[in-house]
């Protein structure tokens, strides 16, 4: 959808997150004078009516007679494309879109990366901006990673990185290359089902000119192969990691441990941005040295340092058992507390239990809403130090008792955030000033036009 067919028209914006805001800002910007409404929570209504004094501003959810009401409503990625009362305006006529759809729609033109998976999607886009970079290629890096793109949507750049979460892949159009980094379950709630959630995540695959996907995960691989642009990473053939080393084919490029986030799946979503840039013409060998200068990003086994000989690593970000049994493996030989735990979305942990019965950590501490559940499937299962606290700051405390004062203190919850946080970010820097650190050491660099 391109912003003329909302000129005159009837126009919401459900949402007042960062998403929200970019999209009534790029409202303003491109349609001045346009008239708005905004449906945002109670506790946003005062905020919005001082930042945004001629939008009008409802502190409710709307419904199906609300959304029915406007010929297009502009909606943020949290909220559910399934939801009934949307179902039902769409139905009657409204139209739906995103701040996503709008600035592909206006960018035409670009030379775009975007970027999604299950895991491993905000690493791959922020390791791409930063080799780009590094080969002096002026690069935007947005999206689903924490910058909306409308809020650089009058910007310049000569390479667009976008990340885009299964809630967005559906909204993408002209993509010159789409890459999946991994596909398991997750977001069931938003998506309604497994396939479901599937079905939107590979949407990427229809609105790009090329793809470039994991060849290590059958399944993914096998749903890619009709498209006629399909490249892949993981396999022997291109990029790829083998025996502790990063190689193109053949031929040895660098130690795994050059990439200075830790971890192999880390230096698998190094393979992967290598393989992206390359794909769109640059010399990704010549990008290799940059993998050592790459700052990992906060909430993604991100090592906050020591404190009183106790080692801390924050994986807020992790929220699938999955993602939780990858950041064990990226600490080996280690006494190691396993925080694990939070908001319930019935995602299986039968995978994460089985490992845990032969390779489990010296304390798997489970907290928040569905830690009863997950202590209660590793008893069941014959699997001892496990620990059942209430919230993350008796976790915290848990770990210092359990590990005294040598170990590391892994905060990976498998979890959403939002039985005790609004999303995973707050969730991480809570951790790292429970460990004694500044909650700023939790901030993403890179993000932006440079």
């Known amino acids: 959808m ?3 067919e909302l000129d005159g ?3 919401a914006v459900w949402g007042f997150g960062r998403e929200g805001r970019a999209a009534l800002n790029a409202l303003a ?3 001045p004078g346009q008239a708005v409404d905004l449906y945002g929570s109670a506790e946003e209504a005062d905020i919005a009516r001082k930042d945004f004094p001629s939008v009008a501003v409802h502190a409710v959810a709307p419904d ?5 009401s406007f010929d297009i409503v502009i909606k943020s990625p949290g909220i559910s494309a399934y939801r009934p009362e949307l179902l039902a305006a769409k139905e009657r006529g409204t139209r739906f879109t995103s701040g996503t759809a709008l600035w592909f729609a206006s960018h035409a033109d670009t030379r775009s990366i975007a970027v999604t998976g299950t895991k491993g999607k905000s690493t791959t886009s922020a390791l791409i901006a930063h080799l780009a970079r590094s080969l002096g290629v002026r690069t935007a890096l947005a999206g689903n990673i924490g910058l909306p793109m409308l809020e650089l949507d009058d910007g310049v750049a000569d390479l667009w990185v976008i990340e885009l979460s299964s809630y967005q892949t559906s909204e993408a159009s002209g993509v010159d290359l789409g890459v999946v980094t991994s596909l398991y379950e997750e977001h069931l709630d938003w998506h309604g089902s497994r396939e479901r959630y599937i ?4 949407k990427l695959l229809a609105a790009s000119k090329n793809v ?3 060849a290590m995960q059958p399944a993914l691989l096998d749903r890619a192969r009709a498209h006629p642009g399909l490249h892949t990473f993981g396999d022997m053939a291109g990029w790829h990691v083998d025996d502790g080393f990063i190689l193109r084919g053949d031929e040895r490029i ?5 990439v200075s986030a830790p971890g192999l799946h880390n230096a698998i979503n190094a393979c992967a941005a290598l393989a992206a840039l390359e794909l769109m013409g640059f010399d990704a060998k010549a990008a290799v040295p940059a993998l050592s200068t790459f700052a990992p990003l906060p909430h993604r086994l991100q090592p906050l340092g020591e404190r009183d000989g106790l080692h801390w690593i924050n994986d807020s970000i992790s929220t699938t058992p999955l993602a939780s049994l990858a950041a064990l493996e990226s600490v080996p030989g280690q006494r190691v507390a396993l925080i694990v735990g939070g908001h319930d979305r019935g995602l299986d942990w039968a995978p994460f239990v089985d490992a845990m019965r032969t390779h489990s950590p010296e304390a798997i501490i489970c907290e928040g809403a569905n830690g009863p559940r997950i202590a209660a499937a590793l008893e069941d299962a014959g699997v001892c130090n496990v620990y059942r606290v209430t919230d993350l700051a008796a976790a915290v405390e848990a770990s210092r008792r359990v590990l005294g004062h040598t170990g590391c203190v892994v905060l990976s919850p498998g979890a959403p955030s939002f039985d005790q946080f609004k999303d995973y970010t707050e969730r991480g820097r809570r951790f790292a000033e429970l460990a004694g650190f500044e909650p700023k050491v939790a901030s993403i660099q890179g993000m932006g036009i440079f």
């Open 254 to 258: 660098a130690p795994a441990t050059a």
């Open 212 to 214: 470039l996907v994991n």
């Open 199 to 202: 079905d939107d995540k590979l």
């Open 64 to 68: 199906a007679d609300a959304l029915a």
């Open 2 to 4: 391109h912003w003329a």
């Open 29 to 31: 910007r491109h349609l």
């Open 9 to 11: 028209r009837r126009v």
